[in-house]
């Protein structure tokens, strides 16, 4: 589901149930102006089950929204103040959207630079594959050799193709690299921070809010801290200053942000969520502008392979021609 129609959704339908409509009648006015299908469906179908009297509760157990926000609804349910959480995941879906949509960008710009130099030297090879194949009565000399040549290159920018589009697909691939690369980094600290936040501001304890996190992180260097953290919890460690050892993947300055609110852990979190995501859109918008120079040189480094040989044949070509 798109983050940003999430984000309007939970914004209009809190607005909605603050001015004393009723849960159902929001649901079906807010559906019809959507255009995400699947939330449209997933929403259809909530409305249906709580026309029948399901409680929301069941009837969010039973459907296709994320995890998180499931749980939160029901958090914010059983607290009577479902308003106030709708605009807090609200806004928590809003920030994510806008920052996850930057980075896709990014990870989709090399990609389309990467499919256009093999269009680019598909089209080359060919067209010069055919003048060298000529050979011209054997005045040049090597000719076969450097019709591979020519090749080399689309192969090469193929198969990095192919190696990108894989890592985009596959999700352990996308979640690998998510915790190792530069501004990916930094958004799932943010990301992850903000849940634990939020999770904490509706009530939740921080022993459960740390579980939950960790199976939302399944399977990433996250999760295996996250749980030494609850365990810690459990034990009678209450707080982030009682935290130490090996907290990797999350760096020093995050604990140091966690640690200054004191008792407040949901402020450390939160605190470290904002500057987080600070600083993931700020290298992401470093990258994006490097991106632009960097593709132009490699793209005419490319084109100059292709090209170099050739001239190369055609200076041979017109040697022996002029002897």
């Known amino acids: 589901m798109k983050l940003d129609e999430l984000a309007f959704f939970n914004q209009q339908l809190g607005l909605m149930l603050k001015q ?8 079906r006015q807010l559906a019809a102006g959507l255009r995400d299908a699947g939330l449209r469906a997933e929403l259809a179908r909530l409305e249906d089950e709580l026309s029948l009297g399901t409680p929301l509760a069941q009837a969010l157990d039973g459907g296709k929204l994320p995890v998180f926000y499931r749980r ?12 106030a959480m709708l605009q807090l995941l609200a806004d928590h879906y809003q920030r994510t959207g806008v920052l996850w949509t930057r980075l896709k960008g990014l990870m989709v710009y090399p990609l389309l ?8 030297t598909t089209l080359l090879s060919v067209i010069f594959s055919h003048f060298l194949a000529d050979n011209h009565g054997g ?11 020519l090749w080399v290159t689309p192969v090469l920018l ?28 930094e958004a799932s600290l943010a990301q992850l921070a903000s849940t634990i936040a939020l999770m904490l501001r509706g009530g939740t304890p921080l022993p459960e809010a740390l579980a939950f996190a960790g ?3 399944e399977g990433t260097p996250a999760a295996a801290t996250l ?3 609850k365990e810690r919890v459990a034990a009678g460690d209450g707080g982030p200053s009682q935290w130490s050892g090996d907290a990797r993947p999350f760096p020093p300055l995050f604990m140091w942000l966690l640690r200054q609110r004191g008792e407040d852990v949901a402020g450390g979190f939160q605190n470290a969520a904002n500057l987080y ?5 700020h290298q992401s918008e470093l990258l994006l502008y490097c991106a632009l120079p960097v593709s132009v040189l490699l793209l005419g480094q490319v084109v100059f392979w292709q090209v170099a040989p050739v001239v190369q044949s055609m200076v041979q070509l017109l040697n022996a021609l002029g002897d």
């Open 20 to 27: 004393g409509m009723p849960l159902e009648g929001s649901l």
């Open 72 to 83: 939160m609804v029901q958090i914010g349910a059983r607290g009577n103040d479902l308003p």
């Open 113 to 120: 630079v990467i499919l256009v130099a093999f269009g680019l």
């Open 139 to 149: 005045l040049v000399p090597n000719s076969d050799r450097m019709v591979l040549l």
């Open 158 to 185: 193929g198969l990095l193709g192919v190696v990108a589009t894989l890592v985009m697909v596959l999700p352990r691939a996308r979640t690998w690299l998510r915790w190792r690369l530069p501004a990916f980094r």
């Open 215 to 217: 199976s939302l992180e």
């Open 227 to 229: 749980a030494r953290w």
């Open 277 to 281: 995501q600070s600083r993931a859109a």
